[in-house]
C-alpha cells in the first residue's frame, strides 16, 4: 500500500483493498476452464444422471411407457416435497442469488427482506388457484387450454401470446443474466455460455420429460442450499459475529463524505477520489445511505428499499400467475400436495434471497470491499464476498451455485413452452386428432427449438404481461368473469401500461431512454397500470356489460385427454371433499402469511428504527435458521414422502441383478393405441347462461 489509511478507524480491508478501485478490476476471478468445467461438466453429468434416473425409475417402479401425458403432466401424482422443491428451484432464478445481495449493497437489511417477501406472496397466491385447478379442470394441460374451455377462441390467443412472452422474458433475463456473470466470473463470451448451458437442460427434458425436470429441480435445490448455508455460516459463525458486522456497518455510515472520498482514492486525497461518478452519485459503499433512516444500513425505515419492494410485489405477479411452469407444477401434482406444496415451496424459497443477502450482502459493505456500483448492479457481490472469505473456492460455489439456479428454472421454461405449442398449437389449430405419439413428438421436437432461440431481452416484465393476471385469476374463481371482457381486460391493461409508462418517464425527466424508463417510480407507475387497470377493466365489463352465470362443473367436460391414461385423474385421487377442505386451507393461510409478510413483519419493524446490537443479532439469527430450516426441509421431505418409490426401484434392480421375477412390476402400464382415446372436437365454450340476479344471490349465499 502507497500510502496510509486516511480515515479512523480504519476499514478492515484497508491493507488489502485500499487504492482499488474495482474489486475484480475487470480481471475474472476464475479461469475460462473453470468455466467450462461447470458450464460443460456439471451440465453433461447433471444430463446423463437424471436421464439415467428416469429409466431407472420407468423400468423398475412400473412407469414403463412413456405416454404424451405422462412427459407433459408427470403423471399428476407428485408428492407435496417434490412439488415444493420444484417450486423452490424454478423461481430460484440467477437474478434471486445475485440481484438480493444488490439491493442490500444499496439499501441495507430492507433490501434482503423486500425482496425475499415482495417474490414469495405470489406463490402462496398461487396455491390457491392450484387447488382450485384440481377442483375445476383436473385433465388439464396447460393454462390456456383452461382458457379454451371455458372462454373460447378469441381469448385462447390472446393468453397463448401472454403465456410466450411470460416465458421468454423468464429465460432470456435468466439465461442471459446467467451468461453475463458467468462471463465476468470465468472470462468465458456470454454468447458461447449462453448458447451451451441451454443443452444438458435440452437433453434430460427430452428424455424424461416433466418428471426429469422435476427430479433435476431437486438434485439443483440441494445444491443451492448447500451453497447458502456455508455461505451463512462463514460469514456470521466461521469468521465474523452478528456484533462484528453490526460494528462495521455502523462504521461505514459514520464516514463524512469527505473521508469516504479520501478513503476511496488512489493515494488518499480527494483529489484522485473515485468515491462519486460524474454525475455526483456514489459509486462505493461509505458514508450515510440516502432515504434510510438516520443514513443506516440497519433500519427497515428505508424510502427507496420500500419503493424497490412494492415494484418487487407488482411484477412479480406476472411472471408466476401468466408463467405456464407453475400451472405446470400444479397440474403434476396430486390434489392433496398441490395446495401444501406450494405454502411449502414459498415459504422455503423466502430463505435464499433473505438469508444469502442478509449474510453477502451485508457483509460487503461491512467490509467495505471495493466493490463498485457497476459491479454491483451486475450481480456481482456474491462472487466477491466468497472470493474474499473463502478465496477461489467460494468464488466457484457461487459459480456453481448460479448455474444450478439457471438450469434448474431454463428446465421448467422448456418444458412449459413445449407444452403450450403441443397441445396448444398443434394440436389446436393443425391436428385436432392427433396421437399421444404425435404430441409427445412435438413437445421434444419444441424443446429442442427453444434452447437456440432465447436472445431477447425484456427489462419490464411486469408491464408488458402485468395485465393478464386478474383476468385468469378471475377465470378460476369468479363465475361471473366474461370472456371478452378478458381480452379487452388484457390487451387494454398492456396499452395503458405502456402509455403509462412512457408518459412517466418524459413527466419525470423530459426525455425518453433506457435510464429515464428505468427509474424506480417510473417502473413502478407501469406495472402498477398493468395489473390494475386490467383487474378494473374486467370487473366493469363482466358486472355490467357482459355478466356471466358460469357452471364450473362443466369445465372439465371440455378438456380432452390424449391417451387413456388417467393416473392422478381416478375418484380416489380427485375426492371433491378433500379438494374443498384443501382449499379454505390455502385460501386461510395464504392469504394471512401474505398479509404478515407485507405488513405486519415491516410494521413490527418501524418502531425499532435504527436496530440496536441485539435487535440484529435476533434478525441474523431468524435468517440463519430460516435457512437451515429451509435446507433441511426441502431436502428431506421428498426423501421421505418417496420411500416406497425408492424402495421399490432399488428391490427391483436387486431383483434383476439375481434374474428373479420381484415385486416391482409395471402394473401402471398404458395400452398404446393407434388413435386418439379421446380427440378435441371443434372446442365450444362451454355455455354461459345469461346473468339472473336470484340465481347468483343463492349461489353466492350458498
Not at 460443460?40 to 404424451?68: E, H, K, M
Not at 435468466?174 to 456470454?190: I, K
Not at 383476468?471 to 403509462?500: D, E, I, Q, R, Y
Request: net charge negative; proline share 4%.
Amino acid at each position: 500500500m502507497s500510502f496510509d489509511c486516511p480515515v479512523d478507524p480504519c476499514p478492515p480491508t484497508f491493507d488489502q483493498y485500499g487504492g482499488q478501485e474495482s474489486y475484480f478490476g475487470g480481471v475474472p476471478p476464475l479461469s475460462t476452464t473453470i468455466g467450462y468445467v461447470v458450464v460443460l461438466g456439471f451440465g453433461l453429468f447433471f444430463s446423463i444422471f437424471t436421464t439415467i434416473v428416469v429409466y431407472v425409475d420407468r423400468f423398475f417402479s412400473g412407469n414403463a411407457n412413456a405416454t404424451s401425458e405422462h412427459f407433459n403432466t408427470a403423471g399428476r401424482m407428485v408428492k407435496t416435497g417434490l412439488t415444493a422443491s420444484v417450486i423452490v428451484s424454478q423461481w430460484t432464478w440467477a437474478a434471486t442469488l445475485l440481484q438480493s445481495s444488490n439491493v442490500a449493497w444499496n439499501y441495507g437489511v430492507s433490501g434482503p427482506f423486500w425482496y425475499a417477501s415482495g417474490a414469495t406472496i405470489q406463490v402462496l397466491l398461487f396455491g390457491v388457484l392450484a387447488i382450485s385447478l384440481k377442483d375445476v379442470a383436473p385433465s388439464a394441460h396447460t393454462m390456456c387450454e383452461i382458457v379454451r374451455a371455458r372462454w373460447g377462441k378469441s381469448a385462447h390467443i390472446t393468453f397463448l401470446i401472454f403465456a410466450f412472452l411470460a416465458n421468454i422474458i423468464v429465460t432470456s433475463m435468466l439465461l442471459l443474466g446467467g451468461a453475463a456473470t458467468v462471463e465476468a466470473l470465468t472470462g468465458m463470451r456470454y454468447e458461447l455460455a449462453s448458447f451451451l448451458i441451454p443443452w444438458g437442460v435440452i437433453l434430460y427434458t427430452s428424455a424424461g420429460g416433466l418428471k426429469a425436470t422435476f427430479m433435476a429441480s431437486y438434485f439443483h435445490t440441494m445444491i443451492i442450499f448447500a451453497v447458502l448455508i456455508s455461505m451463512i455460516t462463514v460469514v456470521y459463525i466461521k469468521v465474523y459475529s452478528s456484533d462484528q458486522i453490526y460494528d462495521y456497518l455502523a462504521q461505514t455510515v459514520a464516514y463524512t463524505p469527505e473521508e469516504c472520498a479520501a478513503y476511496w482514492s488512489t493515494d488518499g486525497t480527494a483529489e484522485t477520489s473515485f468515491y462519486l461518478s460524474d454525475t455526483g452519485s456514489k459509486q462505493m459503499a461509505c458514508g450515510a445511505v440516502s432515504g434510510n433512516n438516520g443514513g443506516s444500513y440497519l433500519t427497515m425505515l428505508s424510502a427507496d428499499g420500500l419503493m424497490f419492494g412494492v415494484i418487487n410485489i407488482v411484477g412479480n405477479f406476472g411472471t408466476v400467475f401468466v408463467d405456464q411452469s407453475y400451472w405446470q407444477s400444479a397440474i403434476a401434482a396430486r390434489p392433496a400436495s398441490a395446495a401444501r406444496g406450494y405454502m411449502l415451496g414459498g415459504i422455503c424459497w423466502f430463505a435464499i434471497p433473505f438469508s444469502l443477502a442478509t449474510s453477502l450482502g451485508l457483509a460487503s459493505t461491512a467490509l467495505m470491499l471495493p466493490i463498485n456500483s457497476g459491479e454491483a448492479g451486475s450481480g456481482l457481490v456474491p462472487p466477491a464476498v466468497a472470493d474474499h472469505l473463502m478465496g477461489t473456492p467460494g468464488a466457484v460455489a457461487v459459480l456453481v451455485m448460479l448455474f444450478m439456479a439457471i438450469v434448474s428454472t431454463g428446465s421448467a421454461e422448456s418444458i412449459a413452452v413445449s407444452s403450450l405449442v403441443a397441445y396448444d398449437i398443434y394440436r389446436e389449430y393443425f391436428n385436432p386428432e392427433a396421437t399421444g405419439k404425435q404430441i409427445l413428438w412435438v413437445s421434444r421436437i419444441a424443446l429442442n427449438a427453444i434452447g437456440l432461440n432465447l436472445g431477447w431481452v425484456y427489462l419490464f416484465m411486469g408491464v408488458v404481461i402485468g395485465s393478464a393476471v386478474i383476468p385468469l385469476w378471475n377465470m378460476m374463481t369468479w363465475k361471473g368473469a366474461s370472456g371478452n371482457g378478458a381480452v379487452v381486460a388484457a390487451w387494454g391493461g398492456f396499452c395503458l401500461a405502456v402509455g403509462g409508462w412512457l408518459a412517466a418517464a418524459y413527466i419525470q425527466s423530459g426525455e425518453i431512454n433506457i435510464g429515464t424508463l428505468g427509474s424506480n417510480e417510473v417502473m413502478l407507475s407501469g406495472n402498477l397500470i398493468a395489473i390494475l387497470s386490467s383487474g378494473f377493466i374486467h370487473y366493469v365489463y363482466s358486472k355490467f356489460i357482459d355478466p356471466q352465470d358460469y357452471d364450473f362443473s362443466t369445465l372439465n367436460d371440455n378438456i380432452h385427454l390424449v391417451e387413456n391414461d388417467t393416473r392422478g385423474l381416478t375418484s380416489d385421487e380427485i375426492n371433491k371433499d378433500d379438494i374443498r377442505r384443501s382449499k379454505r386451507w390455502i385460501t386461510r393461510r395464504g392469504y394471512l402469511l401474505t398479509f404478515v409478510l407485507i405488513l405486519v413483519w415491516p410494521i413490527l419493524s418501524v418502531p425499532a428504527g435504527v436496530f440496536t446490537k441485539d435487535y440484529f443479532a435476533f434478525w441474523v439469527l431468524v435468517s440463519i435458521a430460516w435457512g437451515f430450516g429451509a435446507a433441511i426441509v426441502i431436502s428431506l421431505l421428498p426423501l421421505i414422502e418417496s420411500q416406497a418409490e425408492i424402495g421399490a426401484v432399488f428391490s427391483g434392480m436387486w431383483n434383476y441383478m439375481r434374474g428373479v421375477e420381484g415385486t416391482a412390476h409395471h402394473a401402471q402400464d398404458v395400452p398404446q393405441e393407434s388413435t386418439p382415446i379421446k380427440t378435441v372436437d371443434p372446442v365450444k365454450p362451454a355455455p354461459e347462461v345469461p346473468y339472473h340476479d336470484e340465481a347468483v344471490a343463492e349461489d353466492e349465499e350458498a
